[in-house]
């Protein structure tokens, strides 16, 4: 699975957007773009999932790049149960593995009021 | 959405002690269960996946005859931490999902383990 860079940590102000970038420049074609999410001392949340198109749910949205080398991961408006740690993860679908998720370091993200 | 728990939440326990953790889906049916170990200020990093009616898959570097992994149900799988020892020390979470369903991962709250 491809390696995923992402900021050790970030601050976004309360009801402000928080965009959280990824880089994965070594994508393989069938690999996805996952993102989950681990507050303090709780089991990690998984938040939204893309392979090349841009996605949006009730959580978040996420922006992928055309050629698929990085990716944002959009709060549109932060509360400040969203400081967790927020975990960039690239991983092809399918497969017995896929429950093999490689957790990188991650980004640590502080709302504040 | 599905729903994982895991019990106990936190357990202490002095050396030389074995603990079980359990896992279980409460509201579908995992055929796969995925426990990971997470030591202070690090990442997760996946021990072994649990197979209903099979033989555990453990990572490299883990220890199966340490960590016994019994996944009997469908509903339920259970980790135990045999002898434990202080360097046992950790926060363990459980995973899984729906079969048939995208692949989204959901994942108990955790169980801290405190070894004295």
């Known amino acids: 699975d491809a390696k995923t860079t992402q900021p050790t940590s970030m601050d976004c102000a309360e009801g402000r957007a928080a965009n959280l970038p990824c880089n994965h420049s070594?994508?393989?074609?069938?690999?996805?773009v996952y993102w989950y999410r681990q507050i303090h001392s709780q089991g990690p949340q998984y938040i939204i999932h893309?392979?090349?198109n841009n996605e949006t749910n009730e959580m978040a949205s996420l922006i992928i790049t055309e050629d698929r080398k990085s990716s944002t991961l959009i709060l549109p408006h932060a509360t400040l149960r969203d400081t967790a740690v927020y975990y960039c993860i690239v991983k092809s679908a399918g497969g017995t593995s896929y429950g093999k998720l490689t957790f990188g370091q991650g980004t640590i993200l502080t709302v504040h009021p | 959405g599905a729903v994982v728990s895991q019990h106990p939440s936190w357990v202490i326990c002095k050396s030389g002690t074995s603990v079980k953790i359990e896992c279980r889906s409460l509201?579908?049916?995992?055929?796969?269960m995925f426990w990971y170990r997470q030591f202070p200020k690090q990442s997760l990093m996946l021990m072994a996946t649990?197979?209903?009616?099979?033989?555990?898959?453990?990572e490299q570097g883990v220890e199966k005859d340490k960590f016994l992994i019994n996944h009997a149900s469908l509903t339920l799988s259970t980790l135990t931490v045999t002898s434990a020892h202080p360097e046992d020390s950790s926060f363990y979470i459980c995973s899984s999902k729906p079969v048939a369903t995208n692949e989204k991962l959901f994942f108990g709250s955790g169980t801290q383990l405190s070894v004295l």
């Open positions: 070594t994508i393989s074609g069938n690999e996805y």
């Open positions: 509201d579908f049916q995992a055929t796969t």
């Open positions: 649990s197979n209903e009616g099979s033989k555990a898959t453990y």
């Open positions: 893309g392979l090349k």
